[in-house]
């Protein structure tokens, strides 16, 4: 039984702070990356069928285990990116699945 994990990202960009996104995905690539992270999916989304939130982005990443995605975002260099991810996005969901 695997303990791998995937980590679903919801996200709806702020597309005035095209910076703040540049620089926030520049530095949390590589932390999620080193915490063994593979790319599964990354899609635009064109239209919402169903709910009021429009999002632009849905991307999926499978992690070796729960406690690495954790890691991640419980670290000092991830929390040093907190004031671009506040700027970059207006809405960021993430969330851990099977």
């Known amino acids: 039984m695997s303990d791998k994990k995937i980590m679903i990202v919801n996200a ?3 597309v005035k702070e095209k910076e703040a996104f540049e620089y926030y995905s520049e530095h949390s690539v590589p932390l ?3 915490a063994g992270a593979e790319s599964i ?3 635009k989304v064109e ?3 169903i709910g009021a939130e429009k ?3 849905v991307s999926i990443l499978e992690f070796p285990t ?3 995605i954790k890691d991640v975002f419980e670290s000092e260099a991830y929390k040093a990116l907190l004031p671009y991810r506040d700027k970059a996005f207006m809405k960021l969901d993430v ?3 099977n």
């Open 41 to 43: 999916a990354k899609h």
């Open 12 to 14: 709806l960009l702020n």
């Open 32 to 34: 999620f990356k080193n």
């Open 55 to 57: 999002i632009h982005v």
């Open 47 to 49: 239209e919402t069928l």
């Open 66 to 68: 729960r406690q690495a």
């Open 95 to 97: 969330f851990i699945g």
